[in-house]
């Protein structure tokens, strides 16, 4: 743990891949990843800062370290101990004087936009009163310290199965479990090809895709990109519904959802007057063993995959079944060991290099696509009955738009963070995703059973 011995800084340089992240920081995408705990009732402060002090603070440093540049600059930044640390510089307070999700959207969606103080350690809660009762938890954290994949198993540990556990009890298993994992698995052959990079021929396809593909289509989803950023979410979508409606068609949950949200965004493009066209996405490839715990130290380890969502096929049926295809083929390709090995590589280069890397990197896709299922019973927070949990995940570089699906208990929630100049109303896409899921549970069931 960062810490000040007689006078002298202990120094804990950040990982190549994590300082990557740090640099990609830009006025028009913060790396910074945004959720919101929803309740229906208020939390007991003084038991959340408990459990946050217990669970978050003792168990990982980095929650008490900052970040500091170091010269000359090839030695890389580091995390150090704040030695003015203190808990109420992290965790804000806030009222909402309208009810309902509209003034939530709002305050996140200026939230969003905000960098997080360089001068301490990276990230933020905001406890916000609800009227008539209830409250929200909006957390940010910056991508330098933990992935996305990661830090929904670390704030899920701060949960409990049961609403007197104290602060300072182990953490729920089933969220631990169920959130070790991302929509794309990584498999033990993956695994063994990130440590080794196995197999000169596949690794070598595998970078010629990810260096050699062409920028995405021009729609209404890429262009010039704005500071200012919208957020949006669908209501909390019936899981029973989708796993049947994924069993009927032969297909994974997650194909099902995708599906739902590529007949929203084709609705939105055929709306502007556009003519509806494939459009690339960047999907995160889990890279840490399942099995294991998160370390202490936290960190990122996970790579990037292009997907390429069929919107402009009309048909509903024929839109899933090439989801299923491709997202078949991607989970065994190199391409998520192979990224992350760039990714490392950029974390040495300097912040001009990685920049340029950056933009021709994220030119190819419009999108960023994330699915992180959560626990799958009914957890406590502080002793408070955890309703809901949105996500926005972040995205570099010229990407307008990130799509980041939740699953927790019986239900999953699709998040929508687009940039304000290309997507004004997002929220009208959420609701076009909630259409399709009710279109897609309505096909006619295929022949055999096919979920994963």
């Known amino acids: 743990m960062g810490r000040t011995v007689a006078s002298k800084t202990v120094y804990h340089r950040l990982p190549s891949a994590d300082a990557a992240f740090l640099h990609m920081d830009r006025p028009t995408n913060l790396m910074v990843i945004n959720f919101v705990m929803l309740f229906d009732e208020r939390l007991d402060e003084q038991r959340l800062r408990a459990v946050i002090s217990a669970r978050l603070l003792e168990r990982y440093p980095r929650f008490r370290q900052r970040v500091v540049k170091r010269r000359p600059p090839l030695r890389g930044p580091a995390f150090v101990e704040d030695p003015r640390f203190e808990l109420d510089h992290h965790v804000h307070h806030h009222e909402l004087s309208v009810a309902g999700d509209d003034a939530l ?34 957390v940010r954290i910056h991508h330098c310290i933990v992935d996305g994949i990661a830090l929904a198993q670390l704030m899920l540990s701060l949960t409990d199965a049961v609403p007197a556990a104290p602060a300072a009890a182990p953490v729920c298993a089933d969220a631990l ?13 993956g695994e063994r090809a990130h440590g080794a990079l196995a197999g000169a021929a596949a690794n070598a396809k595998a970078l010629a895709k990810l260096l050699f593909t062409l920028p995405d289509a021009k729609t ?25 409606t994924a069993r009927a068609q032969g297909a994974s949950v997650n194909d099902v959802l995708l599906a739902a949200v590529c007949g929203a965004l084709r609705r939105h493009l055929l709306e502007r007057g556009g003519r509806p066209r494939a459009i690339r996405t960047l999907v995160p490839f889990n890279l840490r063993p399942l099995e294991e715990p998160i370390p202490r130290d936290l960190g990122n380890r996970f790579g990037l995959v292009f997907l390429t969502l069929p919107v402009d096929i009309s048909s509903r049926r024929e839109r899933l079944q090439e989801l299923t295809r ?47 299922p959560g626990p799958r019973e009914q957890v406590y927070l502080a002793g408070t009955r955890l309703g809901t949990v949105l996500v926005w995940a972040p995205v570099s570089g010229s990407v307008g738009m990130t799509v980041s699906i939740f699953s927790y208990h019986d239900g999953v929630t699709i998040g929508l963070l687009v940039d304000a100049g290309l997507v004004p109303n997002p929220q009208v896409i959420a609701q076009h995703a909630e259409a399709e899921l009710a279109e897609l549970a309505r096909l006619k069931p295929m022949g055999g059973s096919g979920l994963r």
């Open 326 to 372: 491709r997202m078949a083929a991607i989970k065994s390709s190199r391409e998520g060991p192979v990224s992350y090995v760039i990714l490392k590589a950029m974390g040495l280069t300097p912040p001009g290099v990685e920049s340029r890397i950056v933009d021709i990197f994220t030119a190819k896709a419009s999108a960023m696509t994330t699915n992180v």
């Open 177 to 189: 479990v169920a959130a070790r994992t991302s929509h794309v698995r990584a498999s033990r052959r």
């Open 220 to 244: 209404a989803l890429r262009g010039e990109l704005v500071t200012a950023k919208r957020v949006a979410w669908t209501g909390r979508l019936d899981l029973a519904l989708v796993k049947a």
């Open 105 to 138: 959207r709002e305050l996140v969606s200026d939230l969003v936009t905000s960098p997080l103080e360089r001068s301490r350690p990276l990230w933020a809660m905001y406890l916000l009163k609800r009227p008539g009762g209830g409250c929200a938890l909006v």
